[in-house]
């Protein structure tokens, strides 16, 4: 469907072009003298759905589904647009409407592919991906779903062959670079994953996901980081109910350890899993400060990152060496301070990246509470406390709060990122 004024038409052009902030102002204008254009109204949603504007967007898809109800396309930019607002069930009845008034639609089979693919559905991911591609061979976003599909199950192979051909056919398209770049990270080849990314933000330098890339590419310079993105590669294909599982698995390991191994190999074996815990939630601040350090890729950070590097970065790497020092040795104020410090990071590194509000909230609440236990534990020690709390209940406090975080960071509605 293509709009009948020159002004939308040359909107449509810039749109092809992807500068999408010029094209809306000129559908704006098309849709001045002709309000009730469904074609401009599509084009516009579109508009604003890539500039990050997904309620806007789906509420001038919506007027254009208004004037005609059974055009394929107006349900499946619905369905993206749902999809970008978190409302995954309503975004699959929008895709399944397209799909069942444009079978032949390859743009409704993308919007299922993409719901599928947010709901970790992999192999309907695939499936609705490959039909995409049978009915448009050149689609290049269902080729990258494709890729992804393979990748989250594992196959890599076969989504480096299929990123391979992608970028043969379009050497010139960013996503398919920031797609061979997360292919490169899974395989292990960080130069490789750099180099796709900087491509793709030549390309598209307000590219957020090659930008994200780049970031995660930098700090998996370090191997211990990049052991820790390998165990996120692995639970994200998991579903959340198998990474649950996973959870309490580790939870009553842990528990069967301390009941019947001897005592030194239980310390020990509980020691691991409160180290991999611990590195699981803060290894991104922790990870960001490592940039911190470097000239250049601390321009890769955003305000937000800074600030996680700083605090809760900063809490692990002083706060665990102290808290380890003060174990071993006996020595009282470094387990004071590392144990407060320690406890802290796992709320900080939940605050200054975090869309909720509700989260942030929460999350600042925590890492006060983590804190204040640490100081009153401090003055238990050395002056006493009226309540008769002692210090070592104090610090019990404050690593309980630290575990609780660990949980309520799994609750999508306090953790948005």
């Known amino acids: 469907m293509t709009p009948d004024s020159s002004t939308a038409q040359r909107g449509l052009i810039l749109i092809q072009q992807g500068r999408y902030r010029d094209a809306e102002k000129y559908l704006r204008e098309a849709l001045s003298s002709d309000p009730n254009n469904p074609a401009t109204l599509y084009y516009l949603a579109l508009c604003e759905l890539n500039q990050g504007k997904p309620a806007e967007a789906r509420e001038t898809i919506e007027r254009a589904l208004g004037l005609a109800p059974e055009v394929d396309g107006f349900h499946a930019l619905r369905a993206l ?3 970008q607002m978190g409302k995954s069930d309503e975004a699959m009845e929008s895709a399944n409407e397209a799909v069942r008034l444009g079978p032949d639609s390859d743009f409704a089979f993308v919007a299922l592919a993409s719901i599928h693919l947010a709901k970790k559905r992999w192999f309907e991911a695939e499936t609705a991906a490959r039909k995409a591609l049978e009915l448009n061979p050149e689609n290049s976003n269902a080729s990258n ?3 992804t599909a393979l990748r989250m199950q594992n196959r890599l192979e076969e ?3 299929r990123v391979a051909y992608s970028l043969q056919q379009d050497p010139e398209n960013p996503d398919t670079h920031v797609s061979a ?22 390309l598209e330098p307000e590219n957020e996901q090659a930008k994200y890339g780049l970031k995660e590419a930098f700090k998996s310079r370090s191997i211990v980081y990049r052991m820790y993105l390998q ?16 959870i309490i698995g580790l939870l009553v390991g842990v528990r069967l350890a301390r009941a019947f191994l001897p005592p030194a190999i ?6 691991l899993y409160f180290l991999l815990i611990l590195w699981v939630h803060v290894a991104r601040p922790v990870g960001n400060l490592q940039l911190m350090l470097d000239r250049f890729a601390r321009h890769a950070l955003s305000r937000g990152e800074r600030w996680e590097a700083c605090l809760a970065g900063s809490a692990v790497v002083i706060g665990a060496p102290l808290f380890f020092l003060g174990s071993i040795g006996g020595f009282v104020d470094p387990l004071i301070i590392g144990s407060a410090l320690t406890s802290a990071a796992f709320p900080l590194a939940y605050i200054f990246t975090n869309q909720s509000r509700a989260g942030q909230v929460v999350f600042s609440l925590a890492a006060l509470g983590a804190l204040v236990c640490g ?20 610090l019990f406090a404050a690593a309980i709060i630290a575990m609780a975080v660990t949980w309520l960071c799994n609750i999508p509605a306090l953790n948005r990122r």
């Not at 770049?181 to 030549?202: D, I, M, Y």
């Not at 002056?383 to 209940?393: D, I, K, N, T, Y």
């Open 81 to 83: 647009c749902l999809l």
């Open 145 to 147: 779903i494709l890729t």
């Open 159 to 161: 989504s480096a062959d």
């Open 181 to 202: 770049g997360w292919t490169a990270l899974h395989q292990g080849q960080v130069k490789k994953a750099e180099e796709h990314f900087l491509e793709a933000l030549r």
């Open 231 to 246: 165990y996120c590669f692995f639970m994200q294909r998991l579903t959340t109910a198998n990474q649950w599982l996973i």
């Open 266 to 271: 239980a310390t020990f074996v509980i020691g």
């Open 375 to 394: 100081g009153l534990a401090y003055l238990s020690f050395h002056f006493g406390l009226p309540s008769g709390r002692s210090g070592p209940e104090l």
